[in-house]
């Protein structure tokens, strides 16, 4: 009879021992489980804006556009007229801008700098497309004083496309992007 109650006393110890390590196994489970979590979170919280961006498709567009221009080692052309609404536009432009600067910066390993030529021609562009959108004119870069004169260089000037190119940039930004980052960016470039 002894040895049938030390075996059940031995069952039962066997038992509560087992079932306090299953408790710590839970316990130890459930912390690792809610410190990944955590983890996972806080990477998210850093990328949720960056994120949000790539699944808009015009975003995505500008920086494909990006790509293709720095790897043909073209300069910065952004085209947003592929886009039908203006918050599609100025997600392009956002997404373009981004891209050609890290990109260019990348594969040069220098920030970019622009022209005198450039800088002007941009700069009139975002004061003509900031003053047109809050006329609430309609998109009109090939009309402006400006993209016409383009800064008196004569049609033969090689100068004269390189003035358009960077004004028809200028235009676009401060037509469609909000105007505290065109007006920014522009004083930011000069």
Not at 6 to 11: E, F, K, N, S
Not at 73 to 80: C, D, L
Request: aromatic content about 8%.
């Amino acid at each position: 009879m002894d040895t049938q109650v030390g075996a059940q006393r031995l069952v039962s110890q066997s038992g509560a021992r087992r079932r306090r390590m299953s408790n710590k196994s839970m316990l130890v489970l459930g912390s690792v489980l809610c410190v990944g979590l955590a983890f996972a979170a806080s990477i998210r919280g850093r990328r949720g804006l960056s994120d949000l961006n790539q699944a808009d498709a015009a975003f995505r567009d500008g920086v494909y556009q990006a790509r293709i221009d720095v790897a043909g080692g073209r300069k910065a052309h952004i085209s947003s007229y592929r886009w039908a609404s203006d918050q599609d536009r100025a997600s392009f432009i956002s997404g373009y801008q981004r891209s050609f600067k890290v990109l260019t910066e990348q594969r040069t390993g220098k920030a970019i700098e622009l022209t005198a030529i450039e800088l002007s021609a941009y700069h009139d562009g975002v004061v003509d497309g900031a003053r047109h959108r809050r006329a609430a004119q309609p998109f009109q870069l090939s009309k402006t004083d400006n993209y016409r004169k383009a800064g008196g260089y004569a049609e033969a000037d090689g100068n004269l496309v390189v003035y358009r190119e960077a004004y028809s940039n200028g235009y676009q930004e401060g037509y469609y992007l909000p105007q505290e980052s065109a007006e920014l960016r522009a004083i930011s470039q000069n």
